[in-house]
């Protein structure tokens, strides 16, 4: 597909005939990728256009006066303007700050809006099927200024338990949830959320890094206060991040990491911040990965949110019923057996069989699962789990994927047992 | 197929079946020592019985993957009962098997000898691990923790 060209009606083989990753053998089998939730594979257009980038275009931004300078400015803030638009920011990209991935989105907020928000006894409230990202930077607040860390209890169905939400709240100044479980796929109540931390005064912070990718964020109806996500979980390249909030929060929030760009004024006595996103901006920033992320985004855009959820909902399902049906109890999956608020990710417990070893003969068929602990390790001792093997699905996923995950775990459960 | 059938050995896939010396033992006197592998969550535990310089007696809780459960089950059976300075050179040995060809060039005196697996006994049923790298770490971790808890016991007041 050509980028600008608008696909008009969603075709999972028309996507997976656009990544070059997937003709790929792996011990002598085509690639199985199921590995989406950990990092998406590219489509040629964003390929192409980070290799356009740096074939024409590359300069550094912000600075030059000279044509590719600017068309290298453009294209960056181009890009800030188009991934605004996308989560429907109502201050548009003045609110959109790029850094490296979700886990520096995160450092941003705690240290940054955190630490110069939050006291000794101030509560931030997350639950326990966070990733270390939205997990650790909180920790590290709480050491250097008093905070207390809280976690809303997940139920055994592997839903949010909200019964004593109230209670919770008590003293909550923000609660930082994810949008979806990188290890459950539960996808979890954000407008509902959003509303109860509202009525404690507090702010919403969101883990988009899985939800973003799988399904239409409109931070303005959400009513949400801070969004974070990466660029290679849509389909995006490595190394570019976001960090979205509201501009009156931006404003008040002091710098994060200093250097230049960053920068209003420096004298040899002090210096003065710069206004606005570039104030988070310091150094020169991902410029080509910013470029690949637009394209990531228009490519979405072009296939439509609501078509890949409904895409990989199908596929879910339909993996779900053929685990049960296929193992009979043997293959147990650590997370919702429906597909009700619930993506496409799923992580499978196989008796007696522990998730490297699943993973490893998984390989030997090309198939990508990871094993492992996801970085959710309270989530992991919540269900009593040291690892899981993760089977995810993109928009590139077709069931003969499923066709061979199955296939393979068949072979593992006969070699272990 | 026949790289994976390297690695899972039948003798593997027994001790992980039916791991040897799986227990605790009372502390003190036995000494305990945890050993993790904080990127897979592995963790385990081995408590160690030294008297009069011989390892008397060990045993091992926790949880991995095959490959580290039959390490960890293996190693129990060498060395148990055996000197400490036997101890010590089959953990050598043992490390050698997995760290090959890197270990000795990284040497200043060239290794004469080849590794000899006849020594080994049944650990050189953990030999194809060596070619899936990601695996080593799995092969180690509780010969890490052993070492670590001999040198613990060998620093304790009153040893």
């Known amino acids: 597909m050509a980028p600008g060209q608008r696909v008009t009606s969603f075709s999972a083989r028309r996507v997976r005939a656009d990544v070059p990753q997937l003709t790929r053998m792996v011990n002598g089998h085509t690639i199985t990728y199921l590995d989406t939730a950990s990092s998406s594979l590219q489509p040629r257009p964003v390929i192409e256009a980070m290799s356009r980038y740096y074939e024409l275009r590359h300069a550094n931004v912000h600075r030059g006066v000279y044509q590719t300078a600017n068309e290298a400015t453009e294209a960056y803030e181009g890009a800030r303007a188009r991934v605004a638009g996308f989560i429907r920011a109502p201050g548009g990209a003045s609110e959109v700050v790029f850094t490296k991935n979700t886990t520096e989105s995160f450092n941003l907020i705690a240290k940054s809006w955190g630490a110069a928000n939050l006291g000794p006894g101030d509560v931030v409230l997350l639950s326990e099927m966070e990733h270390h990202a939205n997990i650790v930077p909180w920790f590290q607040l709480r050491e250097t200024t008093g905070i207390e860390v809280r976690f809303i209890p997940v139920t055994d169905g592997f839903r949010l338990d909200l019964d004593n939400l109230d209670e919770l709240l008590q003293g909550v100044r923000l609660l930082s949830i994810t949008g979806m479980s990188n290890v459950l796929g539960t996808k979890n109540p954000l407008k509902e959320l959003a509303s109860a931390a509202h009525s404690v005064n507090a702010l919403i912070a969101v883990d988009g890094a899985q939800s973003v990718a799988h399904g239409a964020t409109d931070v303005a109806d959400l009513e949400l206060d801070f969004l974070t996500f990466s660029g290679h979980k849509m389909l995006g390249p490595t190394g570019i991040g976001v960090l979205w909030t509201r501009e009156e929060i931006l404003d008040s929030m002091p710098p994060f990491l200093g250097g230049g760009g960053m920068i209003a004024d420096v004298r040899t006595d002090g210096y003065t911040p710069a206004r606005g996103v570039t104030r988070f901006e310091a150094g020169t920033p991902p410029i080509a990965e910013a470029v690949g992320l637009n394209a990531a985004v228009r490519y979405l855009e072009a296939l439509g949110m609501a078509a890949v959820v409904a895409h990989e909902s199908e596929l879910t399902a339909d993996a779900l019923t053929r685990l049960e049906l296929t193992f009979d109890g043997r293959v147990r999956v650590i997370g919702p057996l429906d597909t009700i608020e619930r993506g496409g990710v799923i992580s499978l417990d196989v008796e007696g069989v522990h998730a490297h070893d699943v993973a490893q003969v998984l390989d030997q068929f090309g198939v990508c699962v990871r094993p492992g602990h996801h970085c959710a390790k309270p989530l992991m001792r919540r269900f009593g789990l040291t690892a899981t093997a993760r089977a995810s699905f993109g928009p590139y996923s077709l069931t003969k994927d499923t066709d061979v995950l199955l296939e393979a775990i068949e072979h593992t459960l006969k070699m272990f047992g | ?159």
């Not at chain 2, 790289?3 to 502390?27: A, C, F, K, Q």
């Open chain 2, 1 to 159: 197929m026949s790289n994976l059938e390297d690695l899972y050995r039948e003798i593997i896939l027994d001790h992980y079946r039916s791991p040897r010396n799986r227990g605790e033992l009372p502390t003190p006197p036995a000494h305990r020592v945890e050993g993790f592998n904080p990127l897979c969550g592995d963790d385990v535990v081995i408590y160690l019985n030294v008297r009069d310089e011989v390892l008397e007696d060990i045993k091992l809780t926790g949880h991995g993957c095959s490959i580290s459960q039959a390490s960890s089950s293996l190693m129990s059976a060498a060395v148990k009962g055996r000197s400490l300075a036997q101890v010590q050179s089959t953990i050598d040995t043992f490390k050698e098997l997995m760290t090959g060809h890197d270990a000795s060039l990284s040497k200043d005196e060239e290794i004469d000898e080849e590794l000899d697996l006849r020594t080994l006994g049944e650990l050189a049923a953990l030999q194809g691990v060596v070619k899936f790298p990601v695996r080593i770490k799995c092969a180690m971790l509780a010969w890490n923790a052993l070492r670590q808890g001999l040198e613990e016991f060998a620093q304790s007041p009153g040893h």
